[in-house]
């Protein structure tokens, strides 16, 4: 019964490639999130998406792109990874209010 | 909230006593803070919130102080307990659905038995 779940858990991949990280929450949200943690434990925010809304946090690259098949899904696909994409990265999700549910996270290494 | 620096903050605490973690933002028109435990490997788990309107809430072991004049959120953790141990994460928002949360920086507490 796990409420946001990530896939895959931990990807290790070269440098130049194209990868995506998928997310799906069975808690009837209208809104999830991606926010990436940094080796310090930064946590930031990327991108929201609301009923195919998308707000951009305006810091994060280009090569950055979340899709959203449908409602409990907001997948984030990442082209030509840097070294310094390699993070920790978590989907979350929230209802009409404004407390988030994280997934367990995706930990990303680029080689 | 606002980011500490480089290095986590570590709050030790010994078992049974109780912890209070800080927090200072910036934003003078957030309207809705949240504290969030992560422990390691895991993703970030709801602890409490609190809403402008508010200066104090409690839960379970747990109280959320705002004070809106100098941006300052604080977490007590009443009898803390070795599975307290874990990064602590203060959040704000202006408010609304959808709206983005400014995560501060993160305190480590480490519960001694």
């Known amino acids: 019964d796990t409420a946001v779940s990530q896939t895959p858990k931990y990807l290790v991949t070269q440098m130049g490639n194209d990868k995506s990280i998928k997310c799906e929450q069975n808690?009837?949200?209208?809104?999830m999130y991606w926010y990436k943690q940094d080796s310090k434990k930064f946590l930031k925010i990327m991108f929201s998406?609301?009923?195919?809304?998308?707000?951009i946090n305006e810091t994060v690259p280009n090569r950055f792109s979340p899709k959203s098949p449908d409602k409990a899904h907001l997948n984030l696909h990442i082209n030509s990874l840097e070294l310094g994409d390699s993070a920790v990265y978590f989907c979350?999700?929230?209802?009409?209010?404004?407390?988030?549910?994280f997934g367990p996270g995706t930990r990303l290494t680029v080689l | 909230g606002e980011s500490v620096g480089l290095h986590l903050p570590t709050l030790s605490v010994q078992e049974g006593d109780n912890s209070i973690i800080n927090c200072a933002y910036s934003?003078?028109?957030?309207?809705?803070f949240i504290w969030y435990k992560q422990e390691s490997g895991k993703g970030p788990q709801f602890i409490i919130d609190?809403?402008?309107?508010?200066d104090k809430r409690q839960g379970q072991r747990v109280t959320v102080l705002l004070n809106k004049t100098v941006k300052h959120l604080s977490l007590q953790i009443a009898a803390t307990q070795p599975g307290d141990s874990a990064v602590y994460f203060c959040?704000?928002?202006?408010?609304?659905?959808?709206?983005?949360?400014?995560f501060g920086g993160g305190t480590r507490l480490m519960v001694k038995p």
């Open positions: 979350a999700s929230s209802p009409h209010t404004d407390t988030q549910y």
């Open positions: 808690l009837g949200h209208d809104t």
């Open positions: 998406y609301n009923n195919k809304e998308l707000i």
């Open positions: 959040a704000d928002s202006p408010g609304g659905a959808g709206n983005m949360l400014t």
């Open positions: 609190i809403r402008s309107n508010m």
């Open positions: 934003n003078s028109a957030s309207d809705y």
